[in-house]
């Protein structure tokens, strides 16, 4: 079965940095893009970011909003996905997911990210 | 960045009834490797969004097949046939095409 799981949300301080971790099981993690979203409450999902599979070097891509302040990578050995997120800001705050493959195939339960002082 | 306008923003239907969602793009969402990564999701309430259609068309696996989906190029629906109370939430279309990867502003379906 496949499941996500993410983890490491929380209450942070405006310019503040936060790391958030997807733990992948079920399936070949390598196999497979994996992607960050997230999700304000109340409002649509924003795509953030993504990152390969083997076959395609494990390179990244990301959305311009947050491209330099967001890092995407991955722990093959481990299956982990992982959210670097620096210079956070109050907009910044929302739902964070995982999910699996350019379809979204498979997203975790999510988990919650408050930028405040 | 692509636009996905959706509509209608809401829709109320009884159980039985067969609805229609509008997803319509700014741009083309037709790849040059002759792909169109148009999805449907659905997100029920306090729940993540799962995937109902992919590529436009294609049903995931164990999604019921009163949902489908069509449409090419910048106008594409979703129809569900014949409502079932599970079905109420949010759905949202969402493009994998063109970079950054949009999402529509989603159609939330309330069951009368």
């Known amino acids: 079965e496949v499941k996500l799981l993410e983890s490491g949300g929380g209450l942070v301080q405006p310019g503040g940095s936060m790391r958030l971790s997807c733990a992948a099981s079920?399936?070949?993690?390598?196999?497979?893009?994996m992607y960050w979203i997230r999700q304000p409450a109340g409002k649509a999902p924003e795509w953030l970011g993504f990152?390969?599979?083997?076959?395609?070097?494990?390179?990244?891509e990301y959305n311009p909003s947050v491209k330099g302040r967001f890092t995407i990578s991955r722990d093959n050995t481990q299956n982990m996905l992982y959210l670097q997120m620096n210079t956070l800001r109050a907009e910044d705050t929302a739902t964070y997911y995982c999910?699996?493959?350019?379809?979204?195939?498979?997203w975790g339960q999510g988990v919650m990210v408050t930028v405040s002082s | 960045d692509v636009v996905l306008t959706q509509t209608p923003p809401t829709l109320s239907a009884t159980i039985g009834q067969s609805v229609s969602i509008s997803c319509r793009s700014s741009?083309?969402?037709?790849?040059?490797?002759?792909?169109?990564?148009l999805h449907w999701l659905l997100q029920r309430p306090g729940q993540s969004p799962q995937l109902l259609i992919y590529?436009?068309?294609r049903l995931e696996s164990g999604v019921p097949n009163r949902f489908s989906g069509s449409g090419s190029g910048t106008d594409f629906t979703l129809k569900i046939s014949g409502v079932e109370a599970e079905d109420l939430g949010v759905y949202y279309c969402?493009?994998?095409?063109?970079?950054?990867?949009?999402f529509g502003s989603g159609t939330k379906l309330e069951i009368k």
């Open positions: 590529l436009v068309s």
């Open positions: 079920g399936f070949t993690f390598t196999d497979f893009y």
């Open positions: 741009q083309s969402l037709l790849h040059s490797n002759g792909n169109t990564y």
């Open positions: 969402v493009q994998g095409t063109h970079a950054p990867l949009t």
């Open positions: 990152i390969r599979n083997k076959a395609n070097g494990y390179t990244t």
């Open positions: 999910a699996r493959s350019r379809y979204f195939d498979y």
